[in-house]
């Protein structure tokens, strides 16, 4: 009956630590940075995530400075990916007729789909 108990014991504790090693802290989310405004607003220092589609990967990336951050989202430069290499070209989306709507930053292949997206971290209140 005692090597009963241990054996329930070190079983507990071991699934407990499993469960304590792969639960993610809930504080931090990400927001999609879409528009050129949210990237004006970026400033040198700021920590932005670029997530690749093409090779399936996310990076850390630091801003340098607000020049950096405003060609993220200029229309028809080119933004690579630090794995894989690709160039994805920056356009923008959305109704140019309409002049209350916002255009969108859309980083897209040479195949015009969209692949890529620029994200911040920021906390949950």
Do not use: W
Not at 4 to 20: E, P, Q
Request: hydrophobic fraction near 35%.
């Amino acid at each position: 009956m005692k090597s009963f108990t241990r054996l329930l014991i070190t079983a507990g504790l071991v699934l407990g630590a499993t469960a304590l090693a792969f639960a993610s802290p809930r504080s931090k989310s990400h927001t999609t940075l879409r528009t050129q405004e949210q990237f004006a607003q970026l400033k040198s220092g700021d920590v932005v995530f670029y997530s690749c589609n093409e090779c399936r990967t996310v990076t850390e990336q630091t801003i340098q400075g607000t020049d950096q951050a405003m060609m993220l989202c200029k229309e028809g430069s080119k933004v690579t990916c630090p794995m894989c290499k690709k160039e994805h070209k920056v356009v923008m989306r959305g109704r140019p007729a309409a002049k209350t709507a916002r255009h969108e930053v859309v980083y897209v292949n040479d195949k015009g789909e969209e692949c890529f997206f620029i994200a911040m971290a920021v906390d949950k209140p």
